[in-house]
C-alpha cells in the first residue's frame, strides 16, 4: 500500500493507475470510490484526498462509512431535543435533498425518519 500512497501525487486516476501498476478500475475500487469515477475522465481530485482515500481503504474502511458514523452520531444530537424539523435536519448532515436523507435513514435504521423523529421527540 504505501507504493499507492506514494504515488497519488498525481491528480487523474489513470495517471495514479499507471504509476500503482494498476488500472483505473483497479484503483478506483482499491480507493473506496464510486465506479462513476471512472465516466469522468476530466475528474481531477487533490492529491491529498487521494492519498487519504487509499490510506482509509488500507485501514479497512471508507469514506462513506466514515461519513455514515458522523451523520448517525449528529442525527442523535440534532434529534434529542425534538426542535428541528426533518428537513433542516438534513441539510445540517449534508444530504443534498430531504429525500435523499429519507432513503439514507431508512437504510440505515430500517424505518421512516419521521417515524424516529417521533419516537425520539
Keep these: 500500500m504505501p507504493t499507492l ?21 483497479a484503483l478506483v475500487i482499491e480507493a473506496g470510490l464510486p465506479l462513476r469515477c471512472l465516466d ?4 481531477k481530485v487533490s492529491t491529498r484526498a ?5 490510506e482509509l481503504a488500507a485501514e479497512g474502511t471508507s469514506f ?21 424539523g ?7 448532515l449534508g444530504f443534498s435533498s430531504p429525500s435523499a436523507f429519507s432513503r439514507w435513514h431508512r437504510a440505515a435504521f430500517g424505518c421512516a425518519a419521521r ?7
Design 5 to 25: 500512497v506514494r504515488a497519488a501525487s498525481l491528480t487523474h486516476f489513470a495517471q495514479v493507475a499507471a504509476q500503482c501498476g494498476l488500472d483505473a478500475r
Design 40 to 43: 469522468e475522465p476530466d475528474l
Design 50 to 54: 487521494v492519498a487519504r482515500l487509499l
Design 64 to 84: 462513506s462509512q466514515l461519513t455514515d458514523e458522523l451523520r448517525r452520531d449528529l442525527l442523535s444530537r440534532y434529534t434529542e431535543d425534538g426542535e428541528r
Design 86 to 92: 426533518l428537513a433542516e435536519v438534513s441539510q445540517l
Design 115 to 121: 417515524d424516529r423523529s417521533r419516537q425520539v421527540g
